[in-house]
């Protein structure tokens, strides 16, 4: 059974820290590229990470030099790393698993940001 289980979201202050994890089940991870994305109260779901098969990354400029995201292949993991928070960031996280027209989708984590 195939299955994304994303962990590590909750309620922080802004400027705190948190590491979003989301682990793969039911297929080889390690050929997938994956992904972060966000949906926010009234918007409409955006990219926020994206790490290649290969280990190269991306983000969109709103999240540059204060998230990070990693992968470990050993642990069919994939991590999102959240510093320096901003209430704008509170949204429903979700990660993604892509490989050509294959794609799965985890059932998402909150992420509050407020004071």
């Known amino acids: 059974q195939v299955q994304l289980v994303e962990s590590g979201g909750g309620l922080v202050q802004p400027g705190g820290s948190l590491r979003l994890s989301c682990t793969a089940s039911?297929?080889?991870?390690?050929?997938?590229?994956g992904s972060w994305h966000r949906r926010a109260p009234g918007k409409e779901r955006e990219l926020v990470a994206v790490?290649?098969?290969?280990?190269?990354?991306s983000y969109v400029d709103s999240v540059k030099g204060r998230f990070t995201i990693s992968r470990d292949n050993a642990k069919n993991t994939v991590y999102l790393e959240m510093n320096s928070l901003k209430p704008e960031d509170t949204a429903v996280y979700y990660c993604r698993a892509v490989s050509g027209t294959q794609s799965y989708w985890g059932q998402g984590t909150q992420v509050t940001v407020s004071s």
């Open positions: 790490i290649t098969s290969g280990g190269r990354t």
């Open positions: 039911g297929f080889t991870f390690s050929r997938y590229a």
